[in-house]
Protein backbone atom coordinates (compact mmCIF):
# COMPACT_ATOMS: atom_id res chain seq x y z
CA UNK A 1 0.00 0.00 0.00
CA UNK A 2 2.55 2.58 1.23
CA UNK A 3 4.87 1.85 -2.12
CA UNK A 4 1.71 2.20 -4.39
CA UNK A 5 1.19 5.51 -2.98
CA UNK A 6 5.25 6.99 -2.76
CA UNK A 7 5.89 6.11 -6.33
CA UNK A 8 4.65 7.98 -9.69
CA UNK A 9 1.81 7.11 -10.49
CA UNK A 10 2.28 6.85 -14.18
CA UNK A 11 5.66 4.70 -13.97
CA UNK A 12 5.31 1.01 -14.00
CA UNK A 13 5.70 -0.53 -10.43
CA UNK A 14 7.10 -3.82 -9.90
CA UNK A 15 6.68 -5.09 -5.92
CA UNK A 16 8.86 -8.12 -4.76
CA UNK A 17 7.39 -9.78 -1.66
CA UNK A 18 8.21 -12.93 0.62
CA UNK A 19 4.29 -13.07 1.31
CA UNK A 20 1.84 -15.08 -0.50
CA UNK A 21 -0.96 -14.15 1.95
CA UNK A 22 -0.24 -10.52 0.95
CA UNK A 23 -0.27 -11.68 -2.70
CA UNK A 24 -3.58 -13.37 -2.93
CA UNK A 25 -5.40 -10.91 -1.08
CA UNK A 26 -4.32 -8.63 -4.16
CA UNK A 27 -4.98 -11.13 -6.79
CA UNK A 28 -6.15 -14.41 -6.02
CA UNK A 29 -8.87 -13.81 -3.38
CA UNK A 30 -9.70 -10.13 -4.72
CA UNK A 31 -12.62 -11.26 -6.49
CA UNK A 32 -14.35 -13.58 -4.13
CA UNK A 33 -13.78 -11.20 -1.66
CA UNK A 34 -15.56 -8.60 -3.23
CA UNK A 35 -18.60 -10.22 -4.40
CA UNK A 36 -18.92 -11.72 -0.12
CA UNK A 37 -18.40 -7.92 0.85
CA UNK A 38 -15.02 -8.89 3.04
CA UNK A 39 -17.27 -10.81 5.66
CA UNK A 40 -15.10 -12.59 7.76
CA UNK A 41 -11.99 -11.39 5.97
CA UNK A 42 -9.23 -10.45 8.57
CA UNK A 43 -7.42 -7.56 8.36
CA UNK A 44 -10.35 -6.41 5.79
CA UNK A 45 -10.08 -2.65 6.38
CA UNK A 46 -6.27 -2.46 5.00
CA UNK A 47 -7.13 -4.83 2.11
CA UNK A 48 -9.19 -2.48 1.07
CA UNK A 49 -6.83 0.36 1.29
CA UNK A 50 -4.52 -1.68 -0.47
CA UNK A 51 -6.58 -2.63 -3.20
CA UNK A 52 -8.04 1.23 -3.96
CA UNK A 53 -4.73 2.50 -3.96
CA UNK A 54 -3.24 -0.14 -6.64
CA UNK A 55 -6.30 0.48 -8.29
CA UNK A 56 -5.75 4.72 -8.68
CA UNK A 57 -2.53 3.77 -10.66
CA UNK A 58 -2.32 4.99 -13.87
CA UNK A 59 0.38 2.31 -14.99
CA UNK A 60 0.71 -1.25 -14.97
CA UNK A 61 1.80 -3.23 -11.53
CA UNK A 62 3.50 -6.02 -11.12
CA UNK A 63 3.68 -8.29 -8.26
CA UNK A 64 6.16 -11.01 -7.72
CA UNK A 65 6.68 -13.59 -5.16
CA UNK A 66 10.28 -14.26 -3.73
CA UNK A 67 10.48 -17.06 -1.29
CA UNK A 68 12.00 -15.37 2.06
CA UNK A 69 15.53 -15.71 4.31
CA UNK A 70 17.37 -17.13 0.82
CA UNK A 71 19.86 -13.97 1.03
CA UNK A 72 18.10 -11.96 -1.40
CA UNK A 73 19.22 -8.41 -0.34
CA UNK A 74 15.98 -6.20 -0.89
CA UNK A 75 14.15 -9.10 0.77
CA UNK A 76 16.59 -9.28 3.83
CA UNK A 77 16.73 -5.24 4.26
CA UNK A 78 12.70 -5.24 4.39
CA UNK A 79 12.86 -8.48 7.21
CA UNK A 80 15.45 -6.19 9.12
CA UNK A 81 12.75 -2.91 9.02
CA UNK A 82 9.85 -5.26 9.86
CA UNK A 83 12.10 -6.39 12.82
CA UNK A 84 12.79 -2.60 13.92
CA UNK A 85 8.78 -2.20 13.10
CA UNK A 86 7.99 -5.16 15.98
CA UNK A 87 10.35 -3.26 18.38
CA UNK A 88 8.47 0.06 18.38
CA UNK A 89 7.03 1.39 21.75
CA UNK A 90 3.32 2.07 19.72
CA UNK A 91 1.72 1.69 16.36
CA UNK A 92 2.45 4.21 13.55
CA UNK A 93 -0.95 5.84 12.59
CA UNK A 94 -1.77 4.86 8.94
CA UNK A 95 -4.78 6.03 6.79
CA UNK A 96 -6.55 3.56 6.27
CA UNK A 97 -10.01 5.36 4.73
CA UNK A 98 -11.02 4.38 1.27
CA UNK A 99 -12.45 7.38 -1.46
CA UNK A 100 -15.96 7.36 -1.94
CA UNK A 101 -15.75 6.72 -5.41
CA UNK A 102 -13.74 3.41 -4.77
CA UNK A 103 -15.73 2.11 -1.81
CA UNK A 104 -17.52 -1.46 -2.74
CA UNK A 105 -20.01 -2.18 0.07
CA UNK A 106 -22.28 -5.06 0.56
CA UNK A 107 -21.90 -8.74 -0.71
CA UNK A 108 -23.82 -10.40 -4.48
CA UNK A 109 -26.98 -12.09 -3.61
CA UNK A 110 -25.26 -14.50 -6.03
CA UNK A 111 -22.20 -15.02 -3.46
CA UNK A 112 -24.60 -15.01 -0.28
CA UNK A 113 -24.82 -18.28 1.60
CA UNK A 114 -26.56 -19.42 5.07
CA UNK A 115 -23.32 -19.27 6.64
CA UNK A 116 -22.35 -16.19 5.30
CA UNK A 117 -25.21 -14.15 5.75
CA UNK A 118 -25.07 -15.23 9.34
CA UNK A 119 -21.39 -14.01 10.17
CA UNK A 120 -22.56 -11.04 8.73
CA UNK A 121 -25.10 -10.49 11.23
CA UNK A 122 -22.87 -11.52 13.87
CA UNK A 123 -20.46 -8.86 12.78
CA UNK A 124 -23.40 -5.82 12.56
CA UNK A 125 -24.45 -6.86 16.48
CA UNK A 126 -20.90 -7.23 17.39
CA UNK A 127 -20.35 -2.99 16.36
CA UNK A 128 -23.22 -2.49 18.02
CA UNK A 129 -22.69 -4.08 21.37
CA UNK A 130 -21.20 -1.62 24.11
CA UNK A 131 -18.06 -2.91 25.87
CA UNK A 132 -18.43 -4.53 29.78
CA UNK A 133 -16.37 -1.83 31.79
CA UNK A 134 -14.36 -3.94 33.62
CA UNK A 135 -13.11 -5.41 30.23
CA UNK A 136 -12.28 -1.92 29.25
CA UNK A 137 -10.64 -1.22 32.76
CA UNK A 138 -8.54 -4.56 31.80
CA UNK A 139 -7.78 -4.05 28.41
CA UNK A 140 -6.05 -0.14 29.60
CA UNK A 141 -4.11 -1.86 32.29
CA UNK A 142 -3.09 -4.30 29.74
CA UNK A 143 -1.73 -1.40 28.00
CA UNK A 144 -0.26 0.08 30.79
CA UNK A 145 1.66 -2.78 32.79
CA UNK A 146 2.72 -3.47 28.95
CA UNK A 147 4.20 -0.24 28.66
CA UNK A 148 6.22 -0.09 31.64
CA UNK A 149 7.51 -3.40 32.40
CA UNK A 150 7.15 -5.03 28.63
CA UNK A 151 8.28 -1.61 27.22
CA UNK A 152 5.42 -1.60 24.44
CA UNK A 153 2.21 -0.58 24.00
CA UNK A 154 -0.05 -3.49 22.87
CA UNK A 155 -3.54 -2.39 20.61
CA UNK A 156 -6.73 -3.50 21.94
CA UNK A 157 -6.67 -5.92 18.97
CA UNK A 158 -3.57 -7.25 19.53
CA UNK A 159 -4.40 -8.16 23.24
CA UNK A 160 -7.53 -9.82 21.88
CA UNK A 161 -5.37 -11.97 19.26
CA UNK A 162 -2.76 -12.49 21.57
CA UNK A 163 -4.85 -14.19 24.45
CA UNK A 164 -5.79 -16.84 21.32
CA UNK A 165 -1.90 -17.60 20.75
CA UNK A 166 -1.20 -20.67 19.56
CA UNK A 167 1.26 -21.15 22.34
CA UNK A 168 -1.26 -20.95 25.00
CA UNK A 169 -2.36 -24.11 26.16
CA UNK A 170 -6.47 -24.86 25.68
CA UNK A 171 -6.93 -24.28 29.23
CA UNK A 172 -4.65 -21.02 29.53
CA UNK A 173 -6.71 -19.21 26.19
CA UNK A 174 -10.06 -20.00 28.48
CA UNK A 175 -8.47 -18.47 31.74
CA UNK A 176 -6.89 -15.51 29.69
CA UNK A 177 -9.99 -14.85 28.01
CA UNK A 178 -12.58 -15.17 31.29
CA UNK A 179 -10.01 -13.05 32.90
CA UNK A 180 -9.96 -10.43 30.28
CA UNK A 181 -13.70 -10.24 30.85
CA UNK A 182 -13.29 -10.41 34.11
CA UNK A 183 -16.07 -12.90 33.95
CA UNK A 184 -14.90 -15.34 36.62
CA UNK A 185 -17.15 -15.58 40.01
CA UNK A 186 -14.79 -13.34 42.49
CA UNK A 187 -14.86 -10.38 44.92
CA UNK A 188 -17.46 -8.19 44.78
CA UNK A 189 -19.86 -10.89 42.80
CA UNK A 190 -21.04 -12.44 45.69
CA UNK A 191 -22.33 -9.57 47.63
CA UNK A 192 -25.65 -9.51 45.49
CA UNK A 193 -28.47 -9.12 47.48
CA UNK A 194 -30.00 -12.76 46.94
CA UNK A 195 -26.88 -14.50 47.98
CA UNK A 196 -26.77 -16.00 51.51
CA UNK A 197 -24.71 -14.90 54.05
CA UNK A 198 -22.11 -18.06 53.77
CA UNK A 199 -22.09 -17.30 49.92
CA UNK A 200 -21.25 -13.63 50.68
CA UNK A 201 -18.24 -14.46 52.56
CA UNK A 202 -16.70 -15.81 49.54
CA UNK A 203 -16.04 -12.62 48.54
CA UNK A 204 -13.13 -11.73 51.41
CA UNK A 205 -9.94 -13.86 50.97
CA UNK A 206 -10.10 -15.09 54.71
CA UNK A 207 -6.18 -14.99 54.61
CA UNK A 208 -5.41 -11.55 54.18
CA UNK A 209 -8.63 -10.11 54.77
CA UNK A 210 -9.50 -8.21 51.96
CA UNK A 211 -11.65 -8.64 48.37
CA UNK A 212 -10.76 -11.50 46.83
CA UNK A 213 -10.41 -10.20 43.37
CA UNK A 214 -8.48 -11.62 40.15
CA UNK A 215 -5.79 -8.39 41.18
CA UNK A 216 -5.26 -10.03 44.75
CA UNK A 217 -5.39 -14.03 43.52
CA UNK A 218 -2.60 -13.13 41.68
CA UNK A 219 -0.07 -10.88 42.49
CA UNK A 220 -0.75 -10.18 46.33
CA UNK A 221 -2.50 -13.04 48.11
CA UNK A 222 -0.24 -14.28 51.10
CA UNK A 223 -1.66 -18.15 50.98
CA UNK A 224 0.75 -20.20 49.92
CA UNK A 225 0.81 -20.60 46.08
CA UNK A 226 1.05 -16.91 44.65
CA UNK A 227 4.70 -15.43 45.51
CA UNK A 228 5.98 -19.46 45.97
CA UNK A 229 5.04 -19.62 41.73
CA UNK A 230 6.47 -16.60 40.74
CA UNK A 231 8.96 -17.23 42.60
CA UNK A 232 9.57 -20.42 41.01
CA UNK A 233 8.70 -19.05 37.34
CA UNK A 234 11.55 -16.71 37.80
CA UNK A 235 14.23 -18.47 38.78
CA UNK A 236 13.66 -20.88 35.60
CA UNK A 237 13.77 -17.86 33.65
CA UNK A 238 16.31 -16.37 35.05
CA UNK A 239 18.33 -19.88 32.77
CA UNK A 240 17.65 -17.38 29.37
CA UNK A 241 19.64 -14.56 30.79
CA UNK A 242 16.81 -12.08 30.32
CA UNK A 243 15.62 -10.15 32.89
CA UNK A 244 12.22 -11.22 34.33
CA UNK A 245 9.52 -8.81 34.21
CA UNK A 246 7.09 -8.69 36.73
CA UNK A 247 4.31 -10.57 36.58
CA UNK A 248 2.10 -7.39 37.55
CA UNK A 249 -1.73 -8.19 36.63
CA UNK A 250 -1.99 -5.92 33.22
CA UNK A 251 1.26 -8.01 32.54
CA UNK A 252 -0.27 -11.50 32.99
CA UNK A 253 -3.04 -10.82 30.88
CA UNK A 254 -0.97 -8.98 27.80
CA UNK A 255 1.74 -11.91 28.09
CA UNK A 256 1.17 -13.18 24.79
CA UNK A 257 2.35 -9.36 23.11
CA UNK A 258 5.90 -9.73 25.12
CA UNK A 259 8.63 -9.65 22.46
CA UNK A 260 12.46 -10.46 23.47
CA UNK A 261 15.38 -9.41 21.35
CA UNK A 262 18.22 -11.57 20.37
CA UNK A 263 21.34 -9.92 21.41
CA UNK A 264 23.68 -11.03 18.40
CA UNK A 265 21.00 -10.43 16.11
CA UNK A 266 19.14 -7.82 17.21
CA UNK A 267 15.88 -9.28 16.51
CA UNK A 268 12.88 -11.08 17.86
CA UNK A 269 14.21 -13.79 19.66
CA UNK A 270 11.26 -16.31 18.84
CA UNK A 271 12.55 -18.57 21.64
CA UNK A 272 12.78 -16.74 24.48
CA UNK A 273 9.68 -15.47 23.70
CA UNK A 274 7.80 -18.58 23.37
CA UNK A 275 8.96 -19.63 26.69
CA UNK A 276 7.99 -16.53 28.12
CA UNK A 277 4.56 -16.56 27.14
CA UNK A 278 4.08 -20.48 27.84
CA UNK A 279 5.57 -20.31 31.40
CA UNK A 280 3.70 -16.71 32.22
CA UNK A 281 0.09 -18.44 31.50
CA UNK A 282 1.25 -21.46 33.13
CA UNK A 283 1.66 -20.02 36.29
CA UNK A 284 -1.04 -18.06 36.53
CA UNK A 285 -3.28 -20.36 35.53
CA UNK A 286 -2.17 -22.68 38.74
CA UNK A 287 -2.43 -19.91 40.85
CA UNK A 288 -6.08 -19.92 39.77
CA UNK A 289 -6.34 -23.57 39.94
CA UNK A 290 -4.48 -24.00 43.69
CA UNK A 291 -6.81 -20.91 45.11
CA UNK A 292 -10.20 -22.82 43.36
CA UNK A 293 -9.05 -26.10 45.44
CA UNK A 294 -7.67 -24.52 48.74
CA UNK A 295 -11.13 -22.26 48.65
CA UNK A 296 -13.79 -25.08 47.62
CA UNK A 297 -12.23 -28.59 48.01
CA UNK A 298 -9.48 -27.77 51.06
CA UNK A 299 -12.23 -25.90 52.64
CA UNK A 300 -9.74 -22.87 53.21
CA UNK A 301 -6.88 -24.71 54.53
CA UNK A 302 -4.03 -23.55 52.88
CA UNK A 303 -1.22 -25.75 50.20
CA UNK A 304 1.99 -26.62 52.08
CA UNK A 305 5.59 -25.21 50.27
CA UNK A 306 6.17 -29.13 48.67
CA UNK A 307 2.73 -29.47 47.34
CA UNK A 308 3.10 -26.30 45.84
CA UNK A 309 6.56 -27.16 44.59
CA UNK A 310 5.24 -30.41 43.01
CA UNK A 311 2.51 -29.15 41.60
CA UNK A 312 4.37 -26.14 39.62
CA UNK A 313 7.17 -28.78 38.63
CA UNK A 314 4.63 -31.47 37.36
CA UNK A 315 2.97 -28.65 35.56
CA UNK A 316 5.89 -27.20 33.64
CA UNK A 317 6.81 -30.96 32.63
CA UNK A 318 3.84 -31.72 31.23
CA UNK A 319 3.95 -28.50 29.06
CA UNK A 320 7.33 -29.45 27.72
CA UNK A 321 5.82 -33.14 27.17
CA UNK A 322 2.94 -31.35 25.49
CA UNK A 323 5.26 -29.12 23.02
CA UNK A 324 7.30 -32.76 22.12
CA UNK A 325 4.17 -34.89 21.26
CA UNK A 326 2.82 -32.22 19.40
CA UNK A 327 6.01 -31.99 17.19
CA UNK A 328 4.97 -35.64 15.73
CA UNK A 329 4.11 -34.30 12.02
CA UNK A 330 3.11 -37.92 11.04
CA UNK A 331 0.17 -37.53 13.67
CA UNK A 332 -0.57 -34.01 13.50
CA UNK A 333 0.79 -32.78 9.80
CA UNK A 334 0.73 -29.23 9.32
CA UNK A 335 -0.62 -28.46 12.80
CA UNK A 336 2.57 -30.02 14.20
CA UNK A 337 4.80 -27.57 16.07
CA UNK A 338 8.11 -28.15 14.48
CA UNK A 339 11.26 -29.65 16.19
CA UNK A 340 13.63 -26.01 15.53
CA UNK A 341 10.62 -24.73 17.72
CA UNK A 342 10.34 -26.95 20.70
CA UNK A 343 14.46 -26.81 20.69
CA UNK A 344 14.64 -23.14 20.85
CA UNK A 345 12.04 -22.74 23.41
CA UNK A 346 13.26 -25.29 26.45
CA UNK A 347 16.73 -25.60 25.49
CA UNK A 348 18.13 -23.06 27.86
CA UNK A 349 16.28 -24.22 30.91
CA UNK A 350 16.56 -28.06 30.81
CA UNK A 351 18.41 -30.27 32.45
CA UNK A 352 21.75 -31.45 31.34
CA UNK A 353 20.62 -30.38 28.05
CA UNK A 354 24.54 -30.69 26.32
CA UNK A 355 24.18 -33.74 27.08
CA UNK A 356 21.20 -35.17 25.11
CA UNK A 357 20.55 -36.70 22.21
CA UNK A 358 19.32 -34.73 18.90
CA UNK A 359 16.38 -36.17 18.47
CA UNK A 360 15.21 -35.76 22.61
CA UNK A 361 12.05 -34.17 21.31
CA UNK A 362 11.04 -37.09 19.70
CA UNK A 363 12.28 -39.28 22.40
CA UNK A 364 10.27 -37.40 25.34
CA UNK A 365 11.04 -37.81 28.62
CA UNK A 366 13.42 -34.94 29.28
CA UNK A 367 12.73 -32.67 32.43
CA UNK A 368 13.44 -28.74 33.41
CA UNK A 369 16.07 -27.49 35.33
CA UNK A 370 14.56 -26.97 38.16
CA UNK A 371 16.15 -27.35 41.66
CA UNK A 372 15.40 -29.98 44.05
CA UNK A 373 12.36 -28.39 46.43
CA UNK A 374 14.74 -29.80 50.15
CA UNK A 375 17.83 -28.41 48.54
CA UNK A 376 16.02 -24.97 47.52
CA UNK A 377 13.71 -24.61 50.54
CA UNK A 378 16.87 -24.63 52.53
CA UNK A 379 18.93 -22.68 50.41
CA UNK A 380 15.85 -20.15 51.05
CA UNK A 381 16.17 -20.92 54.87
CA UNK A 382 19.99 -19.97 55.26
CA UNK A 383 20.72 -17.44 52.94
CA UNK A 384 17.25 -16.36 51.37
CA UNK A 385 16.83 -16.57 47.28
CA UNK A 386 18.81 -13.80 45.17
CA UNK A 387 16.83 -11.10 43.49
CA UNK A 388 18.13 -10.28 39.70
CA UNK A 389 20.31 -7.81 41.15
CA UNK A 390 22.32 -10.24 43.38
CA UNK A 391 20.92 -8.73 46.15
CA UNK A 392 19.78 -11.06 48.85
CA UNK A 393 15.81 -11.21 49.33
CA UNK A 394 14.76 -11.17 52.86
CA UNK A 395 12.20 -13.93 54.32
CA UNK A 396 9.16 -13.64 55.52
Known amino acids: MKAAEIIDQNRELLIETDSKYAMNEAIKNLEKHEDQGYIGVANREIIKKTISVLRQRKARVLIKWDKGHQ?????????????????????????????????????KLSAMTQKLAYRAIREIKEKKTQ??????????????????????????????????????SKEARYFLWMTMHDAYMVGAKWLRENFSAELRERSQCKDCGVQD????????????GQEEIWSLTRELWAKTGKEWPHPSFGVILACGTAVFT??????????????????????????????????????????SQQEVYNRWKRSIIN?????????????YGKKAISVKSVKNTWSKVIEKYDDLPTDWVQKGGVLVGIEPSKQRWRRRAEGGLRGEGGEEEEEG
Open 213 to 224: TMVHILTQCESP
Open 319 to 331: RLQLDCRSSNSQR
Open 131 to 168: PRQSTERNIQRAKDDSRDLLGRIPTEEKLWVAIRHKDF
Open 71 to 107: GHERNEGADELAAVGAAKDRDDEVDIEVPDKLKITGA
Open 262 to 303: NETTERPDAGRGRLYRILMSEAAKLIWNLRNERVIQKDGRSF
